[in-house]
């Protein structure tokens, strides 16, 4: 695991579709989290839990170890806290344990300004020394933050992070980190194995209440520096193991705030109740790719790649497989969190994301993959132009785009095999890089560095046969790289923007992989029990419940009283 918050994510499309367990059920019931009291889901006493379903686990743990890859939900969002928040939904930075931040006009450094008067909920002070303890040990326990060569305390409210070279995407990275408490994590003998079952943090939410398997409550820290804004009593999990069985708690009013993928959500959510159900899903999350492995043959050829998206209909895809809820990609490769970045001269200028059967067929007839007997195309040794698509069991969404590339491709002559075995096997070719094909989303970030890294940078691409934890279609250009390190190498916002449009025309003319939709940011949520928000009218956050625009949702939802 890395820093960026774009790499080692487990694929997007992941929707598994098993029961749920049958204590959730019996929770969701009886509308009881298992302590004496609990508020049902009906309640508007003005003391009710703000509920959320976890569709991906069917128990939980009590592990409140931010460190751990199995810390419990709400570890990140609701204990711990970041320097500041960006949030990609309107593309604005808001301070939060840190009041003001610096860049060195070099950039090899950032100084963050802390907030005074923040305590840690044992009372206990925040200060300068929790912040270098919390990247020291960071960069022990996982590794990562390879540019990053000393943390200084400057001062108990200023804190001087200084890096082996010039590296303007550090702010992000770095910003968004969480901190934990030195004078508590300092005294934990494996702070890599520890669980931390009674968590000390800075987050409005740090209590453990009423902790079992599958469903828990965090309730209020009692020396949160912003009490006027723990507004809501508390936050209960529940877990469950598929995305069916939470839905349908959720489309039964049983829980306020989902993060999961729900089909023709307009009919079965809202339209049961459209003043209280509402949905959001802007287009700001990852790029959504479909990549061709570029170490095999006929796959390293820009040509054959760019021919094979223009048979792609990806209006069919945005409308079918993604039921409206994203649109058509442009081949600048970058998702709508990064309009502002976008360079529209590069985005008009270039034919080879839209649809056009025709047009295929002869980019396809140019670049000498003919068609031969039956109408099947080959390559230019003569073998059959054939490959296959891969993509996890469990992604139904992903398994219907899949199919409609293939249904697509073989309008122009290309025979296309869809295999969708158990996620980890398809992940484990992709790392491997045994793969044809595979539908797969792409690193995201606060700038358009992390992306074009991820897609293009020769520092990233692994050979065949060693693990590869991003650029799984093993791409490189040197252009790209000499481009990508000068963007990182400012700090000044025009030259970076003027980078930014040259690594679109690369991306354009390379086609390292083929863009086909942004990824949804997928929530939904009833204010029957709870207001205040993020909507597309005000999008101060996100609507997920699992990044780090989640610290601003459950600072301004406020309780219904009934």
Known sequence: M???????????????????????????????????????AGDTSGNQLLTIPREDMGTFTRNFNPFSPKAAPMTKEAVYEPLMVHNPADGRDTPWLATAWTQAPDGRSVTFTLREGVKWSDGKPFAAEDVVYTFELQKKLLGGFDYLREV????????????????????????GHYIVPKHIWSKIADPAKDTNATPVGTGPYTQVGHFQSQSYELRKNPSYWQPAKQRIAGIRLL??????????????????????????????????????NHYWFP????????????????????????ALSRAVDRAKIAKVAMNGYSVPADCTGLSNAYDTWRDKNVAAACDWTTYDTEAAAQALDDAGYKLGAGGKRT?????????????????????????????????????????????????????????????????????????????????????????????????????????????????????????????????????????????????????????????KDDPYATLSNRSVTTILVLTSLQPVKG
């Open 152 to 175: 200084t305390a400057d001062s108990p409210q200023e804190v001087t992070f200084h890096f082996t070279k010039p590296f303007s995407p550090s702010l992000y990275e770095i910003g």
């Open 2 to 40: 890395t820093p960026s918050p774009a790499r080692g994510r487990a694929p997007r499309g992941l929707r598994p579709a098993l029961l749920a367990g049958a204590a959730a059920t019996a929770l969701l019931l009886t509308g009881c989290s298992g302590g004496a009291g609990a508020a049902g």
């Open 239 to 276: 877990a469950f193991s598929g995305n069916d069985s939470a839905n349908l708690a959720f489309t039964n009013g049983e829980v306020d705030w989902t993060q999961a993928f729900i089909p023709d959500i307009q009919k079965s959510f809202v339209a049961k109740n459209p003043k209280t």
């Open 283 to 306: 287009t700001t999350g990852a790029m959504i790719n479909w990549q061709l492995n570029t170490a095999k043959a006929p796959f390293d050829d820009p040509a054959l790649r760019k």
């Open 379 to 535: 390559q230019k040794n003569g073998k059959p132009l054939a490959l296959d698509i891969s993509v996890g069991s469990a992604s139904s969404d992903w398994i219907s785009v899949a199919n409609i590339i293939k249904q697509n491709l073989a309008e122009v002559g290309v025979t296309a095999t869809v295999k969708s075995p158990d996620w980890s096997a398809v992940v484990s070719s992709y790392e491997t890089g045994t793969f044809d094909s595979g539908i797969v989303w792409s690193n995201n970030g606060a700038t358009p560095y992390e992306f074009y890294r991820g897609a293009m940078a020769t520092t990233q691409v692994k050979p065949v046969g060693q693990k590869a934890t991003e650029n799984y279609h093993r791409f490189g250009d040197p252009k790209a790289d000499r481009l990508i390190d000068a963007f990182a190498a400012t700090t000044d916002p025009k030259t970076q923007r003027a980078g930014a449009s040259e690594l679109q025309k690369l991306f354009a003319a390379d086609a390292p992989v083929v863009p086909l939709f942004p990824g949804p940011e997928w929530g939904a949520y009833t204010d029957a029990r709870f207001t205040g928000w993020p909507t």
